[in-house]
Nanobody, 130 residues
């Protein structure tokens, strides 16, 4: 049973920063062979891609909306993935979801579409006030 548990969300003023973390528990799988990422969903909007990272951190992707402000990283030894968010804007307000997938084709080039991630966390709320 794979479990993804997010933490670090909260309320922050515009221009501020937050660091989201996701603890990955996958007893029968090796975290270092997975693709990991983050998606978000704002009220009344569709879920959208935020960032993704390959198995060894060598490849990262970002949406245009967060490029240059957010940084995704992972620590395979600690089974964690993080999303460092800076220069936050009210438009970043959303529930943020940690995602993981063990498709071998995804480990090197992580997907940017939600349907390609099998495992999802429960989400953590990020609210940015203006």
């Amino acid at each position: 049973q794979v479990q993804l548990v997010e933490s670090g969300g909260g309320l922050v003023q515009a221009g501020g920063f937050l660091r989201l973390s996701c603890a990955c528990r996958a007893p029968s799988l090796t975290i270092s062979t997975s693709a990991l990422g983050w998606f978000r969903q704002a009220p009344g909007k569709e879920r959208e891609f935020v960032a993704a990272i390959s198995w060894n951190g060598g490849v990262t992707y970002y949406s245009d909306a967060v490029k240059g402000r957010f940084t995704i990283s992972r620590n395979n030894a600690e089974n964690t993935v993080h999303l460092q968010m800076a220069s936050l804007e009210p438009e970043d307000t959303a529930v943020y979801y940690c995602v993981a997938d063990w498709n071998p084709d995804h480990a090197r080039l992580p997907p940017r579409t939600s349907s390609e991630y099998r495992y999802w966390g429960q989400g953590t709320q990020v609210t940015v006030s203006s």
